[in-house]
């Protein structure tokens, strides 16, 4: 029999310990907890210069089980990555290496116009079956599972995006996004999980994942 991985708490809901800025070796301080929440202060980077930066984990997972809780502030623009390869020199920011799920404000954002590009979207890459988001400032439940190169992503509930990575569909998706003329984007198979700065006021709380 095989025995059931357990799943291991990502965010204490204390600190930004487990997780720093990406290319640097702690979280910046407009990374902040609040309310239990894993919070980015944006009012405090205009106001005060504080630094934000993709939030991104210690360490990295190959075939994994995320879930976890979300909310975006008004008019706001974040996402969710995976598979991040944390190079600098390499990869200026996450989301070279790494696809995500968009996370938005579909009421207010000018993203919610364009195809693939709406909350619960594999970013620029699919579209989601299905709209199941909740309203900007309402939280909303994400679970993503990836064995095996099979992606199952889930919104509030509804299985919304089912796929299979690292194929020749895989690929023709990647040929017709914005990612086309990056060779490695999409193609690790383990990295890290990120919390996109996007200059926007984001949340994410009761974040757990688990090894399959």
């Not at 020749?168 to 990612?179: C, H, P, V």
Request: proline share 3%; aromatic share 12%; glycine share 10%.
């Amino acid at each position: 029999m095989t025995q059931q991985v357990e799943w291991k708490p990502l965010f204490d809901g204390k600190s930004t310990h487990g997780w720093h800025s990406y290319g640097q070796s702690e979280a910046g301080d407009a990374w902040q907890v609040q309310d239990g929440a894993l919070y980015l202060n944006s009012g405090a980077i205009a106001r005060d210069g504080a630094i934000g930066g993709d939030l991104v984990t210690d360490a990295s997972y190959g075939d994994f089980h995320l879930k976890l809780e979300w909310k975006i502030a008004r008019g706001g623009n974040s996402g969710l990555l995976f598979y991040v390869q944390e190079e600098p020199g390499k990869y200026e920011k996450s989301w070279q290496s790494g696809p995500g799920i968009q996370l938005l404000d579909n009421a207010l954002h000018a993203d919610a116009m364009i195809p693939k590009r709406r909350a619960g979207d594999l970013y620029d890459l699919l579209s989601s079956s299905k709209e199941s988001v909740n309203p900007a400032g309402e939280w909303n439940q994400l679970e993503i599972r990836c064995e095996a190169g099979k992606l199952q992503v889930y919104l509030n509930g509804e299985e919304t995006l089912t796929l299979q990575l690292w194929n020749e569909a895989w690929q023709e998706l990647i040929r017709n996004s914005k990612f086309k003329d990056m060779p490695d984007f999409g193609t690790f198979k383990s990295g890290k999980i990120a919390l996109q700065d996007h200059g926007d006021a984001v949340w994410f709380r009761s974040i757990f994942i688990r090894e399959i």
